[in-house]
Each structure stands twice: as structure tokens, then as C-alpha cells.
């Protein structure tokens, strides 16, 4: 419940943002460029943060994450509200968010075996389920609120939700406390340590490459939605928000199917046909104007990704030592959120200079190769 309310919270924020954005400079280019920009720390700083998760207590981690998190949300209508806020502003908040939500998400993994290490699929579904629902209903939640009082007055709801998990966090057991941090020597050595186990696996390694193709497409598409839906759709705030809703919905179906498809289907048969699902939606949206057809494609596209991410997610924690799942995963992080700000840029750069569809198109193709990873590698094994 603590979680739904915070990521109810974040919804607004991912809503609200490029919207702010794109009224500032209606430019594609910018809208493609904050996306990256948002991303980019994962690149740059996700071993570190997987080496801080394992070292420091992780409760205290996400509670200080937590309220850090809520401050520089705040910071944005503040700003506004005294007439100071610029450009750079929103690239640099959004880059900082992005490091401390690193944070908090890789700790929210590691705790879970902890938590329920027999229902590990199912956890991991509930979960999904619960960043899903919020996922729907914070579009239509936040294109009513931009209409009724400001993109900038939303951000201050946001900021109110991080109490959701805080709170849940303040009345929380401690886990156990991991191995002391002693020094800049000791996160090089541990960064290279979840790097050598990483490629020593090569199921996660498969999963890490797969998924680093497959997010240079959908950056791509989802980088320019809103200028897509505003600029070459033309659509109000609410259809716009009707839209980004679909992106929910597909979440919330994609982590209740997770769990019965895992039961009925191998884990090496669902997985491809999880993904051409997705292929077939991002074809779908790159040939249809219709002004629903966006949000239908990224309706299949979430379904086949939070299914996809539940069961890898579960794999992960099965295969990978809990002491060093942070490190595994922040490794594993870079390379499949490296693909990302160059994704969204190419986005922005056809949606600026080319038929914005186009965007659609390498979309599907990036899909498609991540069947055919999972048809060539030990994913097919399993």
C-alpha cells in the first residue's frame, strides 16, 4: 500500500515532466534529450550504487533515498513559484532522481528473497501489480490535475507521496546489516567482483544483453510520446493522459498474467512469445493514426515487459548470492540502460527530421531481436 501511494506519486511526475517541457520549448529534441538525460546516471553510476546496496543497511538506504527524493521534487515549483526555474533545472534534478531511484528500486529487489524466498514469482508479480495500478490510474490523475491547476501545482502531490513508503519504511524490522564499507578501493574491487559474476552467468548476461536492445526501441518510442500525441496527433491533455493510462493497464494485465503463464508455459517458450507480442504491438502504432493507436501498442509492448521482468527478476534472484545481488544487478543495469539516451535521442531525431512513426518502426525491430536472443541463447533452456 506504501508503495502504491508513492508510485502514484512518480506517475504524476512522469507525466508532468515532459508536459512542463515540451510548454517550455516545444521542441522534440528537448523532450528526447531530458529523457536521456534521466537515464543516463544509471550508466554512469549503477556498480557504485550496487556495491552502496550491499554495504549499507538497506532500510536506513531507502529512507534516506526517500526523503531526498521528495526535496528535489519539491525543488521544481519552488523554483517556479519565485521565477527562477530554467532549463538546466529540470536536467538536473532529473539526473539526481534518477540516481537515488536506483537506489531505492535495486534495494526493493534484494529485500524481497528476504521477505518471501518461496513465493519469489508471485512477490515479484504483486509487486509489479502494485507500480502498475498506480502506473494507470497516475495519467488520468495527472492530466485532470494539469487542466484543473498546473503541471507545477501536480509536482506538489508527488512530493506528498513519498510519505507512502516512508512511513512503511520507518515501522519496518532492520535487516541485516552487510559487510562494512571501507573505502573508494572497496567499491572498485566490488564493482569488478559483480562484473565477473555477471559474465561468468550466462543466463544474466543473456537477460542484460536482450534487454539492452530491446530498451534502445522502446526509449526511442517512448522518449517522443508526448511530443508524438501532442504535436503530430494533436490531442488534449486528457486524450494524451488516456493514452499513457494504456501504458498501466498493460502492466497491471502483464503482472497478473505472469504468475498462471509461468505455470502453464517453460520459462524458455514464454519468453519469446512474451516478446513478439510486444513486436507486434509496436508494428500496430506505426501503422494506424488512429488516436488511441500509440496507447494500444504500448498496451502490448507493457504487457510482454512487466511479464518478461517478473519472471527475470525471479531467475535473478534464484541464480544470484543475496550478498552480492546489488552489485550483479547495478552491473547489469548499465548494459541494459545503456542503450537508452542513445534510443531516445534517435527517437528525437526522426520524430524532428523524418515521419515520426519511423520511431515505431525500429521500435518493433529492436523487439524482434530480442526474440531471436531468446531463441540463440541458454534462455531457450530454461
Known amino acids: 500500500m506504501g508503495m502504491f501511494v508513492s508510485r502514484l506519486g512518480d506517475s504524476l511526475f512522469t507525466f508532468a515532466i515532459p508536459w512542463i517541457a515540451y510548454k517550455l520549448t516545444q521542441s522534440s529534441m528537448i523532450m528526447g534529450s531530458m529523457y536521456a538525460v534521466s537515464v543516463l546516471p544509471i550508466v554512469l553510476f549503477g556498480?557504485?550504487?550496487?556495491?552502496?546496496?550491499?554495504?549499507?543497511?538497506?532500510?536506513?538506504?531507502?529512507?534516506?533515498?526517500?526523503?531526498?527524493?521528495?526535496l528535489l521534487v519539491a525543488?521544481?515549483?519552488?523554483?517556479?513559484?519565485?521565477?527562477?526555474?530554467?532549463?538546466?533545472?529540470?536536467?538536473?534534478?532529473?539526473?539526481?532522481?534518477?540516481?537515488?531511484?536506483?537506489?531505492?528500486?535495486?534495494?526493493?529487489?534484494?529485500?524481497?528473497?528476504?521477505?518471501?524466498?518461496?513465493?519469489?514469482?508471485?512477490?515479484?508479480?504483486?509487486?509489479?501489480?502494485?507500480?502498475?495500478i498506480a502506473e494507470l490510474a497516475g495519467p488520468l490523475l495527472a492530466g485532470a490535475l494539469i487542466v484543473s491547476i498546473g503541471g507545477f501545482n501536480a509536482l506538489w502531490i508527488d512530493t506528498v507521496s513519498f510519505l507512502g513508503t516512508l512511513i512503511v519504511l520507518i515501522l519496518m524490522p532492520s535487516f541485516v546489516t552487510p559487510k562494512s564499507l571501507t573505502g573508494l578501493s572497496q567499491i572498485f574491487k566490488d564493482i569488478g567482483e559483480g562484473f565477473r559474476w555477471l559474465v561468468r552467468s550466462k543466463i544474466n548476461l543473456s537477460f542484460s544483453f536482450q534487454a539492452m536492445i530491446g530498451n534502445f526501441g522502446y526509449s526511442a518510442a517512448f522518449g517522443v510520446l508526448m511530443f508524438y500525441l501532442l504535436n503530430t496527433l494533436q490531442l488534449d491533455a486528457q486524450q494524451s493522459s488516456l493514452n499513457y493510462t494504456l501504458l498501466g493497464f498493460g502492466g497491471i494485465i502483464g503482472s497478473l498474467l505472469a504468475v498462471p503463464l509461468e505455470n502453464r508455459f517453460r520459462r524458455g517458450v514464454l519468453i519469446p512469445m512474451l516478446l513478439a507480442f510486444g513486436t507486434i504491438g509496436f508494428l500496430f502504432a506505426a501503422s494506424s493514426q488512429f488516436w488511441l493507436a500509440p496507447g494500444l501498442a504500448f498496451f502490448a509492448v507493457t504487457v510482454c515487459n512487466v511479464a518478461w521482468n517478473t519472471i527475470?527478476?525471479?531467475?535473478?534472484?534464484e541464480t544470484i548470492p543475496s550478498d552480492m545481488i546489488g552489485r550483479v544487478l547495478g552491473f547489469s543495469r548499465v548494459l541494459t540502460r545503456l542503450a537508452m539516451p542513445l534510443g531516445a535521442m534517435t527517437g528525437a531525431a526522426l520524430s524532428e527530421w523524418a515521419d515520426p512513426r519511423a520511431v515505431f518502426i525500429v521500435a518493433a525491430g529492436a523487439k524482434a531481436l530480442e526474440v531471436i536472443i531468446a531463441l540463440a541463447t541458454p534462455i531457450r533452456k530454461l
Open 312 to 317: 527475470v527478476t525471479s531467475v535473478r534472484q
Open 75 to 132: 525543488l521544481i515549483p519552488i523554483l517556479h513559484l519565485l521565477g527562477l526555474l530554467q532549463l538546466w533545472h529540470l536536467y538536473v534534478i532529473s539526473f539526481m532522481l534518477t540516481i537515488l531511484s536506483l537506489m531505492f528500486d535495486v534495494s526493493i529487489v534484494a529485500i524481497i528473497p528476504s521477505l518471501v524466498p518461496n513465493q519469489l514469482t508471485r512477490a515479484n508479480a504483486s509487486y509489479q501489480l502494485t507500480n502498475q
Open 47 to 70: 556498480p557504485v550504487v550496487g556495491s552502496l546496496v550491499d554495504r549499507w543497511e538497506r532500510k536506513k538506504l531507502m529512507i534516506v533515498t526517500d526523503i531526498a527524493r521528495a
